[in-house]
Nanobody, 126 residues
Framework: QVQLVESGGGLVQAGGSLRLSCAASGFTLDRHVIGWFRQAPGKEREGVSCISSYVGSVDYGDSVKGRFTISRDNAKNTVYLQMNTLEPEDTAIYYC???????????????????WGQGTQVTVQG
């Protein structure tokens, strides 16, 4: 069974850091494009970051550039999102997702992703 499971969310003060994990089962992460997305109450789902299959090219949404870093551990079949200098505006449910077709590039467009995790809540107090 193909499955993505996010973890690492929680409550943090503004300026703090969190690291989210996205663990895969049923498939090999580095053969797929993996993205991180977030959705705050009353807002549309927003692309945060992505990492391409194989070569590991990355991209970030404008609101997180310079603060968030995506990485992949092939041995653990896990993708991480390191979030630094968190702001109250970063409060949302964070999802990871996989795109079925491999690609050497990636985009943070939610419609391109096929498999989604259940999400993990991140709350940043100002």
């Amino acid at each position: 069974q193909v499955q993505l499971v996010e973890s690492g969310g929680g409550l943090v003060q503004a300026g703090g850091s969190l690291r989210l994990s996205c663990a895969a089962s049923g498939f090999t992460l580095d053969r797929h494009v993996i993205g991180w997305f977030r959705q705050a109450p009353g807002k549309e789902r927003e692309g945060v970051s992505c990492i391409s299959s194989y070569v590991g090219s990355v991209d970030y949404g404008d609101s997180v550039k310079g603060r968030f870093t995506i990485s992949r551990d092939n041995a653990k079949n896990t993708v991480y999102l390191q979030m630094n200098t968190l702001e109250p505006e970063d409060t949302a449910i964070y999802y990871c997702a996989a795109k079925s077709a491999p690609s050497k590039e990636c985009t943070v467009q939610p419609r391109e992703y096929d498999v989604w995790g259940q999400g993990t809540q991140v709350t940043v107090q100002g």
